[in-house]
Each structure stands twice: as C-alpha cells, then as structure tokens.
C-alpha cells in the first residue's frame, strides 16, 4: 500500500505540519545541535534511562531529531536496547516515541536482530489505549508493524507466532476509527498474503467473519482492503466452504454492486473463489450475484471485466445457469471482451465460451457472433474466434450450426492467411471438424483439400500437423483419395503412404 495512507508518515519527516509533532515540539522545545543528540543517543544505548539522562532529556533529543529529519543519522549506533526499554517503559510518550523510531528503524535496512527482539514487545502495544499528544499507542504500534511485516516472510511469520493477528483484528473491528481500521487491515493482507500458517491463525481467530462485515462498510479503502482478504483466503478449500452461507454470499454481493471499482473488483473476485464451491454457485445465482456480475462485466474498468467475467464463467460450470447467465446477457459481453485486445480478456471469453456453448441455443449464438469476427474482426479478434471454434468443435451438436452459420468457408479462406498464429487456430479447428462426415463434406466443397495439401510446406510445425492431420481424416474417407492423390500432384507432392489405410486397394 502507498505509504501517504499511513497515519503519521508525516509525523517521522516533517513533524511541524502534523498537530502531534507540533505539540511535542511546543512541550519540549529544543535548541540542541544535531552533535548533541547524536551524544545523547550514544549515551542511551548504553545505559538506563536514569542513570545517563533524563526522560525530559530523552524526549527533547527525539523531538530535535525528528525536526532535523535525521532519524536516518542516529540507527548506527545500536539503538536495540534503548529502544526495547523505551517499548517496556509505562509512560504512554516513550511507548509512542520507541514505536514511531521503531517504525523508521523498520524501514531502513537495519540489522534483522535489531527488529526481531522487539516483535513481541511492540504487538502488545496494539491493545494499548493510553492517550499522549493526542495519540493512542496503539495508533503509533500498528503504524510500526506495517513497516515490520514489509520486511519479508521472516517477519511475517514471527508476527504470526507471537499473536500479532488477534491484536491486529480487534483494531480492525473497532468502528468509527477509519484509519485505525485501515492500517489494521493492511497489515492483515501482508500476513495472509503468502504465509499458510498465518492463514490458518487468521481464520482460527475468526478473521473470516470479521472481513466479511467490513466488505459494505461505508468507507471505500476499508471495502477495498476487506474484500482483498476474503479473496485471499478464499483460496482455502475449507475457508469457501465456511463463508459459503447466505450472509457471506449476500455481503460479497453487495460489495460487488457498489462502492469504488477496485472494492467491486476484489469482491467480484472473492465471489469466483466462493464458486468453487457447488452449493455457493446456487446461493450466487439465488441472491441474485449474476446480474450484479454482469452489470461489472459491461461497465467495469479493464480489471473489473475481467474478473467478473471469470467469476461468472466459475458459477455457469452449473449446467442450470448457463441459460441464466446467457439471459443476461453475458455473450454479447464475451465477444466484447474478446475483441477488446487484452490476451487475459481473450482468455477468459474462451473459457466461458467453452462452459456455455453446452446449452445448443447458447451455442448457436456463440457461432453467430463468431462469424462475425471471422468476417470482420481484426487478424487477433479472427484468430481468437478460430481458437474457440476450434473448441467448440468438439461439441456434436455445434457442427451443423457452424455449417448453418457459412463458418466454414471463411475457415477456408483464412487458412491462407499471413498471420501464423490465425494459420495454426483455424487449421486446428478444421483438423477437428474433418472427424464429423457433414463437417468434411462442406470442408471438401469449400476446396479445402488442396490448401491443406499446400499447408504440409508450412513454415510452422503445428500448421503442418494439423494439415496432415485434417488429411489424414480425409484419406481414411474413400470419397476423398482421388481429390487427395491429384491436389499432390500438383503440388509435386508425394502423400505418406501410413496416411492411406490397406484398403485403398
């Protein structure tokens, strides 16, 4: 996450601008040189803090080095002990002081032994509500541990161990505190992100269903960040099946029907993850999921069609919402994501194109804007096309309305085409169609046989095997050897005698 969004950023570099900084400076002025507080530094890193100076002192040499902006210049000098008794010190200000010099020292590329001691002090400072200059601790310890579970998986991990995620979903519970709420949550991403067992803690601590009351809270970023957990630990096959209930499914739902693109787009997300899970592709479609998808599918940003559109394409695998979401009208939708020119789009219209076309009327439609693109589209949109029909192929009852909707002579054309890559689409599709005999015989009449005879001198291999794949089809069909054996000849070709079965004779 950006780091402006952090409470007090500002507090660390330029603490005259921020009304805590500002008061801390009018309480403890100081006029001390930046050589002074260096020395003062030095002095606490080895000994007590009653022994060497003053917390006045203490406090007045903090102040002045955040002024000066040299928190950099002092980390040098072994700051771990001072540091861990400023977090264990009872006063609330050492404690917000220690967590914002924590929170820089966390930052920098510090030793890890000078950070990994402190983990546990600093994670029970989360519960702390102590107030000083206006500030809880636990506002300045969560804005440490951000800093901290950047650091890597080590840190990650030893966050988890030592309980930090219980401390950090309470913060993240306390309604009315947006920023609070915020960085709590953010936290909560770094440390489910990839960490099984930080996943397993968070759900343990019932994580699940605290995300899943934050997914329609009122505030943008705290939507955003909640749905973004729930689709991370939706991954989980036994956390789908738990947030599998009508209140999850309603929450996520309404997530994805308002509020900014990106929090519609992550629950749109969680919801595909949710589908998985046969029982929640019923409860999706019954609470009325599909059309709140469709409508991110038409009007969403590039992000947000391309989620909702694999998201829909995961709850249509139920044979009883494939009319329902074709109804919807999801295939128009498709093709626009097919012709959009993002390969992902691309990718996901194929997928839901292959899922759909199992209905015979969602089929014939599929084909018909297909041929479109096979006649108009861009040499992409066309090779994209030929790809599907080639999956689609495989469908008995999609042949003859490929025959119906005259695919298969603009097949044939494009099968001289310059683009290698539409060649190789389109000679699969035709490969696969020659095993129909009604599909073969319109291939046959549209003059196939002689391009495919040219293709076996391709430049590309797959173009190539496909060709003398489609003819092999041909030569096993005794109509056809005599066209076969002349388009060779022609072409000063000899045909592989393994193509043509022993009873040619």
């Not at 917390?55 to 903090?62: E, G, M, Y």
């Not at 969560?142 to 579970?149: F, G, S, Y």
């Not at 689709?231 to 209930?245: D, E, K, P």
């Not at 093709?335 to 990718?347: C, M, V």
């Amino acid at each position: 996450m950006q780091e402006e969004s952090e409470l007090h950023h500002d507090m660390l570099v330029e603490p005259k601008a921020n009304t805590c900084g500002t008061e801390m400076t009018e309480d403890v002025a100081c006029n001390s040189s930046l050589a002074k507080v260096r020395t003062v530094l030095a002095a606490a890193a080895g000994s007590s803090f009653h022994e060497g100076f003053s917390k006045k002192k203490f406090l007045k040499a903090i102040s002045a080095m955040a002024i000066e902006g040299v928190f950099d210049e002092c980390l040098d000098i072994g700051s771990g002990p001072f540091l861990f008794e400023m977090l264990n010190h009872q006063d609330s200000k050492m404690q917000i002081v220690g967590c914002l010099l924590l929170a820089k020292q966390a930052k920098l590329a510090v030793p890890e032994s000078n950070i990994k001691d402190i983990i546990p002090v600093v994670t029970k400072l989360l519960n702390v509500e102590a107030l000083s200059w206006g500030i809880s601790v636990k506002e300045v310890a969560v804005l440490a541990v951000k800093r901290i579970v950047k650091r890597g998986a080590n840190f990650r991990l030893m966050l988890g161990r030592v309980g930090a995620i219980p401390n950090l979903l309470a913060l993240a519970s306390q309604h009315g505190e947006d920023k609070l709420q915020i960085l709590a949550l953010q936290v909560l991403k770094e440390l489910v992100l990839s960490e099984n067992c930080n996943q397993e803690r968070f759900t343990q601590a019932g994580g699940v269903q605290v995300v899943l009351d934050l997914v329609n809270s009122s505030c943008p970023k705290i939507r955003c960040l909640a749905a973004e957990i729930v689709g991370i630990i939706a991954r989980l096959s036994n956390v789908r099946r738990g947030i599998a209930s009508h209140t999850g499914v309603s929450s996520l739902i309404e997530a994805a029907r308002t509020g900014s693109m990106a929090s519609r787009a992550r629950a749109a997300h969680a919801l595909g993850l949710l589908a998985f899970v046969k029982r929640a592709r019923r409860l999706i479609a019954d609470a009325g999921g599909i059309p709140v998808l469709i409508d991110l599918l038409r009007d969403g940003d590039e992000v947000a069609k391309l989620v909702a559109g694999n998201s829909l394409g995961i709850i249509s695998a139920c044979v009883d919402h494939l009319w329902q979401v074709a109804q919807a009208g999801a295939i128009p939708l498709y093709i626009d994501l097919l012709e959009g020119g993002n390969p992902h789009g691309k990718d996901v219209a194929e997928d839901a194109f292959c899922i759909l076309a199992a209905s015979e009327e969602n089929a014939l439609s599929i084909i018909e804007h297909l041929v479109r693109i096979l006649c108009y589209g861009s040499v992409e949109s066309k090779a994209a096309a030929a790809d599907i029909i080639w999956d689609l192929s495989s469908y008995r009852h999609s042949t003859s309305f490929l025959i119906a909707a005259g695919a298969i002579p603009l097949l044939v054309g494009l099968l001289k085409d310059d683009n290698e890559e539409l060649r190789q689409n389109v000679s699969g599709a035709i490969a696969q169609l020659t095993y129909n005999d009604d599909d073969r015989q319109a291939l046959a009449e549209a003059g196939v046989i002689p391009v495919l005879v040219e293709l076996l001198q391709d430049t590309s291999t797959e173009v190539k095997g496909n060709a003398a794949e489609a003819l092999n089809s041909f030569a096993e069909d005794p109509t056809y050897r005599d066209e076969i054996q002349t388009a060779s000849a022609a072409h000063g070709l000899l045909i592989i005698q393994h193509m043509i079965r022993d009873d040619c004779d």
